[in-house]
């Protein structure tokens, strides 16, 4: 192992990812190399070699800035799972490797996506180190456990599958509570390192916005499942200390993945959970997740996501399954609010206002002026779904080579949607 000092002009002049935004650069004194084996979570100093999939990195502050061959970046060593673009582990040296997720993460390609180009390459130059030649690792910078933290309502959003509208529910739900004035907490609990989500929770309103990069971890691919059980628990605790009075807490990937499974299995969990709602894709999909939910002891509010496009899909599940469907936009309304969080959010139910549709534009303006009909789910009122949520038009999914999320267009335009159309409390 070989300690050398690193310059401050050199970090400053470094394009420094996202998943090591908790980390000081008052903290990066070392380089350490030769004979080291990264671990998960710790930074690293690379140079990038060749462009490929990833064309930006994202920085702290969210901007995702253009890369170029020869620049240097710092990133986090991590694993990441991800069934539409990366698999990819920690290597067992720093030689060559990969970034496999522009909010920066390092590892070693193992297979992906046929639509995926080759990843970016980078080289790395040696682990980031104190001042005493130690690895920095994101772990040792986590937000503190809140001891003694009041209990508050917890509303998990699980999937079917990466893509399956997980995170644009779980936007639409802490809007819904926002705009009822609700102190409340996004908190995306597991994924990949990458500012996209995060920025959307607040976006939508949330008073506090976590992340598991906030609970110690890059990516939480192939971590301990106790830990990443601790951390979700303790950034609830935190919200809950800074004074939110609800949680939205999102669970990445589909339930058959290893560590979404884990939590959904967590004792933990399910005690903090009043309800679930479950994005999906399909009506199959749906219905296995609804059973499993259930099977394992948690009661479920909604089902929500991709699938609300589809009139015909959404008539499907009504078939198999008892929880009601709701799109996005009524999530954000209020549709589970008083009936499932009782007297603890009593104020969170809002209803439309009478407003002329002149004030009502965009894709979704007709979806909105029917939000109060409260026979949605009969064959005859599925237009509430054909004039929006499943307008091909109003939603791309087309996944830019560089870009997180796949999910953008429908996110902005349930957004824009939504501030054209003023709402109100119910007194």
Same mark, same amino acid.
């Given at each position: 192992m ?11 002049a ?8 908790r ?21 690293v100093?690379?140079t ?12 702290p ?29 920690? +290597? /067992? *040296? ?7 997720a522009g909010?920066?993460? =390092? @590892?070693?390609?193992? %297979? ?33 456990p ?15 599958a ?21 102190r ?7 994924g ?14 949330a008073?506090?916005?976590?992340d598991?990069?906030d609970a ?7 971590? +301990? /499942? *106790?830990?990443?059980?601790e951390?979700?628990?303790?950034l609830?605790?935190? =919200? @809950?200390?800074?004074? %939110? ?12 993945h290893a ?5 959904m ?25 609804v ?8 009661r ?33 309304h ?20 009478e ?73």
């Open positions: 070989f300690v050398e000092k690193l310059e401050r002009r050199s970090i400053r470094a394009k420094r990812a996202f998943t090591t935004r980390v000081p650069v008052r903290h990066m004194r070392t380089v350490i190399s030769q004979d080291v084996q990264p671990q998960a979570g710790d930074l100093l690379a990038v070699d060749q462009l490929g999939s990833h064309l930006r990195i994202e920085l502050n969210g901007r995702r800035a253009k890369m170029f061959p020869g620049d240097t970046i710092v990133v986090c060593y991590a694993n990441r799972y991800a069934p539409d673009q990366f698999e990819a582990v920690v +290597p /067992h *040296d720093l030689g060559p490797c990969d970034l496999v909010g920066g993460v =390092a @590892a070693r390609e193992v %297979c992906r996506h046929e639509r995926m180009k080759e990843p970016t390459r980078i080289i790395p130059v040696g682990l980031v180190g104190d001042r005493e030649g130690r690895p920095l690792n994101v772990a040792n910078f986590k937000v503190a809140k001891r003694g933290a009041p209990r508050i309502p917890v509303v998990v959003v699980f999937g079917t990466m893509n399956s509208g997980k995170t644009i529910t779980a936007g639409s739900l802490v809007r819904s509570f926002a705009t009822a004035g609700i409340v907490a996004g908190i995306k609990a597991t990949t390192g990458s500012g996209g989500d995060l920025w959307f929770m607040k976006d939508m309103g008073s506090r916005a976590y598991f990069t110690g971890l890059a990516s939480t691919y192939l971590a +301990p /499942h *106790d830990r990443i059980e951390g979700v628990l303790c609830i605790d935190n =919200a @809950a200390s800074a004074g %939110c009075k609800v949680a939205v807490v999102e669970i990445a990937d589909g339930l058959q560590e979404t499974a884990a939590l299995e967590s004792p933990k969990i399910r005690d903090r959970a009043c309800g679930v709602v479950f994005a999906a894709y399909d009506a199959l999909g749906a219905y296995t997740g059973q499993t939910l259930q099977s394992n002891g948690y479920i509010f909604a089902v929500s996501g991709q699938i609300t496009r589809s009139p015909l899909a959404v008539r499907e599940l009504q078939a198999l399954v008892d929880p009601p469907v709701y799109s996005p936009i009524e999530l954000q209020g549709a589970i609010n008083e009936t499932h969080l009782g007297s603890e959010s009593s104020t969170a139910r809002v209803i439309v206002n407003a002329p549709l002149a004030y009502m534009t965009g894709p979704f303006s007709s979806s909105l002026a029917r939000l109060t009909d409260t026979h949605r789910n009969r064959p005859e009122t599925t237009d509430v779904f054909q004039s929006g949520v499943a307008t091909q038009s109003a939603f791309r999914l087309d996944v830019d080579e560089d870009d997180e999320s796949g999910f953008d267009d429908l996110e902005d335009t349930l957004a824009v949607a939504s501030h054209d159309l003023p709402l109100r409390p119910y007194s």
